[in-house]
C-alpha cells in the first residue's frame, strides 16, 4: 500500500504558474487525472515522478520526499507521455535493460514475465522503432512495471490508442487496481477517465477543481445550467413560449447572430421541451446547437463551482 | 561502471549514422597523413602542423564534441534519458559509466589513428608521434568530459562546444596570449612538449600548470554532471 501526498504545490515556470497550490492525495486504487490540454496535470506527473521540483510545497511517497530521491523508483513505475525510447533496441531489449537498471536478481524472467503482461511477447524481438502507438505504449508499460511497483504513474497512457489497445491497457490497469497498486493516469477525456477511475481528481488551469468518484464529478458536470444556440422560424414566440417553462432559466435574443441564446437548467427537461413547445406554435426549428459542450467550458464551470 | 548504461551508450553512440560519421576524424587524418608523407619538404614542421594544428588543434574537440553530446545530450533531448533516471542508480554512477564509453570512444576514433599518423609522417623520430598520442589522450579525455557537462546543463550543448573549442580556443587563442591559458588543446601541447621532449611542439602553458588544469577540468565537469543530471528536470511538451 503506498500513498502520494501532495501538500499545498505550486510550480512556476518563471512568472508562469503552472500548478497553484494544490493538495490532494493518491491512494490505493486507480485515479484519474482529468483536466485540458494545458492544465498543469504533467507538470503535476513530473513532480509526482520525481523529475521536477516543487516551487512549494511537498510531494511525498509514504512521507518520503521524491524529489532528489532515486530510491523511490523501487517502488514506482513511470510511464512517460513521449514516446523516445532507444528505436534502435528490440523490446525484449528494451525491457531488459530496464529489469537490468533496477538490479533485479533475475531480469530475463521479470522482462518476460513483463512482456507477457502487457501481450508482447509476440514482438518482442523487433525494433521498438517499427511498433505502432499502441504497441510501444505497451512495452512502455512492460518497462514500468518490471520491477513489480506499488505504484504506476502514467501520462495520457491512452493518446493515440486504438479502440482495442485502449480496452486492453485498461484492463490491465483494471487488474493492477484491485491488486491493490497505486496507479495514477492522465487524461482530458472524461469518458476514459470514468470508464476506468475509482477516484478522479480534476485540474484546471494549474489548479485543483473538484475531486470524488466519477458519480459525483458527472453530476457537476450535467447539473450545470446548459447553453444552447437557437434558430427558428419565429425566435421571439419561440423565446415566449419557452421562457413559460421551468426548465429554462434565462434567453437572450441575438440581433447579429440572428438566433436565440437558451440557457438551460435541467439538461433532459430542456431536450424534450424544445420540439414540442416548437410543434405547438407552429414553429420551425432550424438550428439547434450546444453553446458550449467543449470540454474547456464544463472545466470552467468546474472551477467557478 | 554499469554493464547496462555502457551498453545502452556505446548502442546509441556507434549504432545508426553516428558511427560512420565518427571514421571520417581518423579517415581524413590519415589520409592527409598518407599525402604529405609522399611529398617531399620539412618533415618535421610538416608533422608538428598536421598533428598540432589538424588533428589536436582540430580534430579532436570536433570529435570529443560529437562523442561528449553523443552519450548524453541526444538522450536528454528525446527524453528517452527518463528510463535511465527511473531507477535506483546513484546519478553519478551513470555520468561515470557514461564518460568511459566517450573517452573509449575519443581515444580509439583519435589517439590511435594520431600514432598511425604519427608514425606514417616522422617514424619515432624526436618522439613526435608518442607525444602527440599521449597528448591527444589527456586532451580527449578532457574535451569528453567537458561535453559531455554541457549535454547535461545547456540543451545547445553542441552550439556551446563549438564556441568553445573553435571560437575560444582556436580564434581568441589565436591572438590572445592569456586566453591560451584555458586552452586544453594548449595542455594537451605542454604534455605533447614534455614527452617528445621536442621544443618544435610549442605550447603556452607550462606543464605544471597543464596537468593540475586537465585534472581539474576532467574531475570537477563529472562531479557537476553528476550533480545536474540528479537534479534534471523534465519540462511539459504542452
Redesign the interface.
Same mark, same amino acid.
Given at each position: 500500500m503506498a500513498t502520494i501526498t501532495i501538500d499545498t504545490v505550486s510550480r512556476w515556470f518563471g512568472n508562469v504558474v503552472a500548478v497553484n497550490d494544490v493538495t490532494m492525495a493518491i491512494g490505493p486504487g486507480i485515479t484519474g487525472l482529468l483536466g485540458p490540454n494545458g492544465a498543469g496535470k504533467s507538470t503535476l506527473i513530473h513532480m509526482m515522478s520525481g523529475f521536477l521540483a516543487p516551487s512549494s510545497g511537498s510531494v511525498a511517497l509514504d512521507g518520503t520526499p521524491i524529489w532528489r530521491n532515486q530510491q523511490v523508483y523501487r517502488q514506482i513505475g513511470l510511464v512517460p507521455e513521449r514516446e523516445s525510447m532507444y528505436d534502435h533496441l528490440t523490446g525484449w531489449e528494451f525491457v531488459l535493460a530496464n529489469a537490468e537498471l533496477h538490479g533485479l536478481a533475475h531480469p530475463g524472467a521479470a522482462a518476460r514475465r513483463a512482456l507477457d503482461l502487457v501481450e508482447m511477447a509476440e514482438a518482442k524481438d523487433r525494433r521498438t522503432g517499427t511498433y505502432s502507438k499502441g504497441m510501444k505504449q505497451r512495452v512502455k508499460m512492460a518497462s514500468a512495471l518490471v520491477h513489480d511497483p506499488s505504484v504506476l504513474l502514467l501520462d495520457e497512457p491512452f493518446n493515440g490508442m486504438d479502440p482495442r489497445q485502449r480496452l486492453h491497457l485498461m484492463d490491465l490497469l483494471r487488474r493492477f487496481g484491485a491488486d491493490g497498486r497505486t496507479v495514477l493516469f492522465s487524461s482530458h477525456i472524461l469518458e476514459e477517465v470514468e470508464q476506468l477511475a475509482r477516484h478522479i481528481e480534476v485540474v484546471v488551469a494549474g489548479r485543483h477543481a473538484a475531486s470524488g468518484d466519477f458519480r459525483r464529478i458527472r453530476r457537476l458536470m450535467t447539473d450545470r445550467p446548459h447553453r444552447y444556440l437557437v434558430r427558428s422560424s419565429d425566435d421571439r414566440r419561440l423565446a415566449a413560449a419557452l421562457i413559460a417553462d421551468g426548465s429554462t432559466a434565462g434567453i437572450e435574443v441575438d440581433g447579429r447572430e440572428r438566433a436565440l441564446r437558451v440557457q438551460a437548467v435541467n439538461f433532459q427537461g430542456f431536450t424534450t421541451l424544445l420540439p414540442r413547445v416548437a410543434r405547438e406554435a407552429g414553429i420551425r426549428l432550424y438550428t439547434v446547437s450546444p453553446a458550449d459542450e467543449s470540454l474547456e467550458s464544463v472545466f470552467s464551470y468546474l472551477v467557478s463551482a | 561502471m554499469?554493464?547496462? $548504461?555502457a551498453? #545502452?551508450t556505446v548502442?546509441?553512440l556507434l549504432?545508426?549514422r553516428r558511427g560512420l560519421l565518427l571514421l571520417v576524424v581518423p579517415a581524413l587524418l590519415l589520409a592527409v597523413s598518407a599525402l604529405a608523407a609522399a611529398a617531399h619538404g620539412d618533415e618535421q614542421s610538416l608533422t608538428v602542423k598536421i598533428l598540432g594544428e589538424l588533428d589536436l588543434g582540430t580534430l579532436v574537440p570536433i570529435l570529443g564534441l560529437v562523442v561528449g553530446t553523443g552519450v548524453i545530450a541526444t538522450e536528454i533531448d528525446?527524453?528517452?534519458i $527518463?528510463? #535511465?533516471? /527511473?531507477?535506483? #542508480?546513484?546519478?553519478w554512477r551513470i555520468v561515470t559509466t557514461k564518460l568511459v564509453v566517450a573517452i573509449g570512444t575519443t581515444w580509439a576514433f583519435a589517439a590511435v589513428p594520431t600514432l598511425f599518423a604519427g608514425l606514417l609522417l616522422y617514424g619515432t623520430r624526436d618522439g613526435l608521434a608518442l607525444g602527440y598520442t599521449v597528448a591527444v589522450l589527456v586532451a580527449g579525455a578532457a574535451y569528453s568530459a567537458l561535453f559531455l557537462l554541457l549535454g547535461v546543463v545547456t540543451r545547445h550543448a553542441v552550439v556551446a562546444g563549438l564556441g568553445y573549442a573553435l571560437v575560444w580556443e582556436a580564434l581568441v587563442g589565436n591572438y590572445v596570449d592569456g586566453a591560451r591559458t584555458l586552452s586544453i588543446q594548449q595542455w594537451g601541447r605542454a604534455v605533447a612538449q614534455s614527452v617528445a621532449g621536442e621544443s618544435a611542439i610549442g605550447s603556452a602553458v607550462p606543464l605544471g600548470t597543464a596537468v593540475p588544469l586537465l585534472l581539474i577540468v576532467t574531475v570537477a565537469s563529472t562531479v557537476l554532471a553528476s550533480v545536474k543530471l /540528479?537534479?534534471?528536470? #523534465?519540462? /511539459?511538451?504542452?
Open positions: - | 554499469n554493464p547496462t $548504461v551498453r #545502452l548502442r546509441g549504432g545508426r528525446d527524453g528517452s $527518463v528510463y #535511465l533516471l /527511473a531507477k535506483p #542508480l546513484p546519478r /540528479a537534479g534534471l528536470t #523534465l519540462t /511539459a511538451d504542452e
